[in-house]
C-alpha cells in the first residue's frame, strides 16, 4: 500500500503530473490487490480483457472496467478475511436495497485520513470549538449507516462542544426530535459557540418553514448539506436561493453554506468550494460515459458517472459505474481540476435509501 499512502500524503488538489502520477500507482496497487484476491472480480476483468498491468498512462485509467454500482446492493462483495474487518456500512435505511461497504482497519484510517484531508484544503476544517446539529441518524444506534458514519465523521474535523443528533431512536423505531431540534438551536443562538449544522437541506429546510425560525447563529456558523432532496424533489429550492434563505433565517453566512455529495460504495467526498461547485479531488478519477455503448462523453456532456478510487483494499470498488446521470464541469475558484455536476438518477425505479427514510420522519 505504498503508492497509496503516498497518495493520501499528498495535497489532494494537487493536479500536477507527479501528484497524477501518484493516483496512478495507487490505483493500480489496489487493482492488482482486488484483482488477486476477490475472484469474481477477477474472473470479470479476464472476461473483458484487462489486467492491471495496463495501467501505464493516465489515459488507461479508462480502461478499468466499472462494475454495476447494482451489484454491491445484490450481493456481499469482500476481498479480505472477514474477521479482519474493523466496519461494514450500508446506504439504506429501515427499507429498499442496501449496498454495504467493508472497511479493514487500513482501509478505514484511510477514508477518515483523506476526507479531513479535502476539508481541511477546502478551508473546513479547523481548531475552533462548535456546537452541532446534526440533521441525520444518531451513530450511537445507527452506526453502520453510511450517512450517520459520515456526519459523525464530520464533527471531528473541528473542537467540538455539543453534538446533537436529530433523528433518534424511540425504543422500536426511529424518528425525528423535531422540538429538540428547535431547543437545541435556540440553546446554540444563546451560547456564544459557533454552530455547524449538518445533513438532508430538505429536512432543514422544512423545520425553518413549519416552525417559523428566525434567529441569528453568527458569522462564524457553517452549514454542510449532503443527501440531495430526494424523495422532495418537488419542493427542491435552487442552491444560490436556498443558500440566500439560510442566510436571511439562520444568519450563516452563504460562502459559509457546502454541499457534499458521496457514495458509500466509493467513499470519497465531493465537496463544494465558496462558489458552490463540487470539486473532483486527485484521490478519484470520474468519467462520464454514454448509457449506450459506455463510451466516454466528451467534456461537459451528459452521461452515466463512473467513479475511480484507491484507498479501499478490503472492498472491490475500484471502478464503480453508477446509475446517476452527470457531467464535469470547471470552476474558476483558483483551486484547480475538474468539477462534477450532477444531473439526476438514470431509470424510473426508485430505491429507498437513508434519505428518503430520513425525509418520511417530518411530519
Known sequence: MKATDLLLDSDPFDFSDNAKKLFLESIKENALHHYQKHEFTRKLWDKLGFHPNELEVENDLQKIPGTMVHLFKEHEFCSVPREELALVLTSSGTGGQKSQQ????????????????????????????????????????????????????????????????????????????????????????????????????????????????NMNLGPDSWLQTGGGWKGKADKEIPKKEFRQIIHARLGIPEENQRDLFGMVEHGIPYVDCKKGNLHIPNYARVFVRSPHDISIRPRGERGLLHFQCSYNFSYPAPSLLTTDYGRLGTCDCGIGGDTLILEGRAGVKKHKGCALKALDLIR
Not at 470549538?129 to 465523521?153: I, M, R, S
Not at 440553546?187 to 418553514?209: N, V, W
Open 102 to 213: 467493508f472497511l479493514d482497519k487500513k482501509s478505514l484510517e484511510n477514508v477518515k485520513r483523506l476526507a479531513y484531508s479535502i476539508h481541511r484544503s477546502l478551508g473546513m476544517a479547523s481548531a475552533t470549538e462548535y456546537n452541532y446539529l446534526c440533521f441525520t441518524y444518531d451513530p450511537k444506534v445507527a452506526n453502520d449507516l453510511g450517512t450517520a458514519f459520515t456526519d459523525e465523521l464530520l464533527t471531528n474535523f473541528t473542537g467540538k462542544k455539543e453534538v446533537y443528533y436529530a433523528i433518534q431512536w424511540n425504543g422500536s423505531d426511529f424518528e425525528m426530535n423535531e422540538k429538540g431540534v428547535v431547543e437545541a438551536l435556540k440553546r446554540f443562538e444563546k451560547s456564544g459557540t459557533p454552530t455547524r449544522i449538518l445533513g438532508f437541506p430538505a429536512l432543514l429546510f422544512e423545520m425553518i418553514e413549519k416552525h417559523d425560525l
